[in-house]
């Protein structure tokens, strides 16, 4: 059972394009984390988010942790191929950090 | 700046056959986790070791054990592989509750 869902499960669009991927839960995380993984590489952190409502800009990424600390969504201005790759959200659902991940989101960006 | 360094990168065994995938880290960290990965599922956690001298189960342990050998070292043992097991695992460390780092994966299949 997947504590947190990601939707949607693959994204394909033209460079250019905005697109939004959303992360999940019933349950309360005290913090949330959005990885990217390319392939044949482990996933690499991108944001931690911590506070409910927070929002966080990266460049053209743009996070956000709902009020409730139940769900986050991580949005992309102007895609481009560089940005292709699969998003993995992560809630920490204990003092000391311990993750559960999302399935993950496969984002295409072509040319 | 090696990181998380995780040997071999690839491996094949045939059921029933044991063996050890290694990891190491050279960052100081104090936790140390093993993840494997499989389509649809994200990262799913199958031991930990919160600090030197302390393991537990994660989500996915049965069929797996672990040793922490030092501070650096978290090492992850298959005693009978089953092709159910054919997956990418990933090691990661990371300070208590911060992000963790992750190695590029081992990518085990069995036959």
């Known amino acids: 059972t997947q504590l947190l869902e990601q939707s949607p499960q693959f994204l394909s669009i033209q460079e250019g394009e905005n697109l939004t991927v959303y992360c999940n839960s019933s349950s309360v995380f005290s913090s949330l984390q959005w990885y990217r993984q390319e392939p044949g590489e482990g996933p690499v952190l991108l944001v931690t988010v911590v506070t409910g409502g927070e929002v966080k800009k990266l460049k053209r990424l743009t996070f956000q942790f709902g009020d409730a600390r139940k769900d986050s969504s991580l949005h992309i201005t102007a895609a481009q191929p560089g940005d292709t790759g699969l998003y993995l959200c992560?809630?920490?659902?204990?003092?000391?950090?311990?993750?559960?991940f999302g399935a993950g989101t496969q984002v295409v960006v072509t040319p | 700046n090696a990181g998380v360094t995780q040997t071999p990168k690839f491996q094949v065994l045939k059921t029933g056959q044991s063996m050890t995938l290694q990891c190491a880290q050279d960052?100081?960290?104090?936790?140390m986790y093993w993840y494997r990965q499989d389509p649809g599922m994200g990262l799913r956690l199958i031991y930990y070791s919160a600090s030197e001298g302390t393991t537990d189960k994660g989500e996915v342990p049965n069929g797996y054990n672990v040793s922490r050998l030092n501070k650096r070292e978290f090492s992850l043992r298959l005693e009978s592989a089953a092709p159910s097991q054919t997956s990418v695992y990933f090691c990661?460390?990371?300070?208590?509750?911060?992000?963790?780092?992750f190695g590029d994966g081992t990518r085990l299949s069995i036959l």
């Open positions: 960052m100081n960290h104090n936790s």
């Open positions: 992560a809630g920490a659902t204990d003092s000391w950090g311990k993750l559960q």
């Open positions: 990661a460390s990371s300070e208590i509750d911060q992000p963790q780092h």
